[in-house]
T-cell receptor, first 111, second 113 residues
């Protein structure tokens, strides 16, 4: 596809369950970013990948959050033992160098 | 670290009038300043950006200005239209491959009929 895609678009899960969110970046983009956006709020940086390595994980809010990227392309963000405060839109962006292109996000609701 | 402040948080403008959103940044090494527009239910979309070697950039009804001395930059939308209603984010970065982009908290722009 032409843009960044994310799946699922919506996810409802029970508190305590694990969830996996997927991001497919634009082909050829080496940098990939994950952000979290709570209702009506700005963008909270979570993690950044350059290729398959993650030089900056400083934004991950707790050890329940992890992310990986394989083959320099697809990335998954995993949240273990979800809590209600994890409810938010999780956005992925990819970048060739500098400018970032965002996907539509995954809306996560923890009940 | 870098901090980006954005004002106002909400802005209502009569259709056809101009809208201005202002941002300040703290890192004097920042040299790349993108602006994003986020419509309801969608991801942010890059609408215009400016690098520190220029003071102003224009694209149809949208313009950005940059004052590196004062460390502030602004988005100007002229002849506003209903489809301009959205949340706008400013951001700043050192512009290198490994540098994070730091976002402002956003401005919700309402275009009034």
């Amino acid at each position: 596809g032409a843009g960044v895609s994310q799946s699922p678009s919506n996810k409802v899960t029970e508190k305590g369950k694990d969830v996996e969110l997927r991001c497919d970046p634009i082909s050829g983009h080496t940098a990939l970013y994950w952000y979290r956006q709570s209702l009506g709020q700005g963008l909270e940086f979570l993690i950044y990948f350059q290729g398959n390595s993650a030089p900056d994980k400083s934004g991950l809010p707790s050890d329940r959050f992890s992310a990986e990227r394989t083959g320099g392309s697809v990335s998954t963000l995993t949240i273990q033992r979800t809590q209600q405060e994890d409810s938010a839109v999780y956005l992925c962006a990819s970048s060739p160098e500098g400018e970032q292109y965002f996907g539509p996000g995954t809306r996560l609701t923890v009940t | 670290g870098e901090n980006v402040e954005q004002h106002p948080s909400t802005l209502s403008v009569q259709e056809g009038d101009s809208a201005v959103i202002k941002c300040t940044y703290s890192d004097s090494a920042s040299n790349y300043f993108p602006w994003y527009k986020q419509e309801l239910g969608k991801g942010p979309q890059l609408i215009i950006d400016i690098r520190s070697n220029v003071g102003e950039k224009k694209d149809q009804r949208i313009a950005v200005t940059l004052n590196k001395t004062a460390k502030h930059f602004s988005l100007h939308i002229t002849e506003t239209q209903p489809e301009d209603s959205a949340v706008y984010f400013c951001a700043a970065s050192r512009g290198r491959r490994d540098d994070k982009i730091i976002f402002g908290k956003g401005t919700r722009l309402h275009i009034l009929p």
